[in-house]
């Protein structure tokens, strides 16, 4: 199973550094040492041993070995690269390659100077801060799709509360093949540190949009000749709709489902056959299923 990546947000707008994560100066030579007599490689170029970590202002924490990786390959500009001190195996030296070919500073610090900042403690070794993360645009998505040369394909989410959903459903969309994920900027859950692990790293990839108003975002969809199916349990069975085209998947609230004024702005409703006793799905699976039915669809049309 690949690794998980966790992003953290640093919200200070003085434009000033958050400070430093000083260790003991005075870390004993022998300590400092038994890495390096062990084979391990020393640092070179732009590496080198630090015990102090500088967090830059309103910047973007990436955790996580595959997360990291993931980062430089995307393109994304990483400032600053922290390695736990004597780690050399073959993930952290393929990131330390990758960060040698950006021009990215590499610092190696103790394990306790890394728990120090990591907001899960899952940080693998390495941690690697960024510029902030943005939000897309709708023109981001249609370029997207245009220069794949398919249907638009986005799935909008109307009021997701839960991290862990929003991360497994930009996860899903990127997998899928979709162009872009569309969230509300009211009620409901932004891109935290929990949804960027829960990408698996996606975030580097899937555009996503926030909007003020889901219905209205729709209705203008619309005029650039998209369609909008929404997940409920009551609706007509996903295999007997027609899924194809320029299209938008809509997935409700976990508790609550679509909400009325957004459901009376969708053409379908779709529903998930269910066969157990359990009549409904989460809705990181459900958004999953559609999309890949979405995914089947157009696949059968070819």
């Not at 394990?111 to 993360?133: C, M, N, P, W």
């Not at 909007?211 to 975002?217: D, E, L, R």
Request: hydrophobic fraction near 35%.
């Amino acid at each position: 199973m690949r690794d998980n990546n966790n992003f953290k947000r640093n919200d200070n707008k003085s434009g000033k550094s958050l400070g430093k994560v000083s260790g003991n100066s005075h870390r004993p030579a022998r300590e400092r040492g038994n890495s390096r007599d062990k084979g391990f490689d020393k640092p070179r170029d732009k590496e080198s041993f630090d015990e102090e970590i500088e967090i830059p202002a309103d910047s973007l924490a990436i955790e996580g070995r595959n997360a990291v990786v993931e980062a430089f390959r995307s393109g994304k500009t990483i400032d600053k690269l922290y390695v736990l001190d004597g780690c050399t195996d073959g993930a952290v030296s393929t990131i330390r390659r990758e960060a040698k070919k950006a021009g990215t500073i590499v610092k190696f610090v103790s394990r306790e100077r890394l728990d120090q900042i990591s907001i899960t403690g899952k940080h693998q070794g390495v941690i690697a801060f960024a510029a902030a993360y943005d939000y897309s645009e709708i023109e981001d998505i249609f370029a997207k799709a245009e220069a794949e040369g398919k249907a638009p394909f986005v799935l909008i989410l109307d009021n997701i509360e839960d991290p862990h959903n929003l991360g497994a459903i930009i996860r899903s969309a990127n997998v899928a093949g979709a162009h872009g994920v569309i969230i509300p900027k009211n009620r409901a859950v932004g891109l935290t540190a929990t949804v960027a692990k829960t990408s698996a790293g996606a975030l580097n990839y899937t555009p996503v949009v926030k909007v003020t108003n889901i219905s209205k975002t729709i209705e203008d969809l619309k005029k650039r000749g998209m369609w909008f199916v929404c997940a409920d349990m009551d609706g007509k069975p996903m295999y007997d709709l027609d899924l194809t085209g320029p299209i938008g998947l809509v997935i409700g609230n976990e508790g609550s489902g679509v909400s009325r004024l957004v459901r009376e702005k969708c053409d379908m409703i779709a529903s998930i056959p269910v066969n157990g006793e359990i009549e409904s799905l989460n809705a990181s699976v459900a958004a999953g299923v559609l999309a890949y039915e979405i995914v089947r669809q157009r696949r059968m049309k070819k």
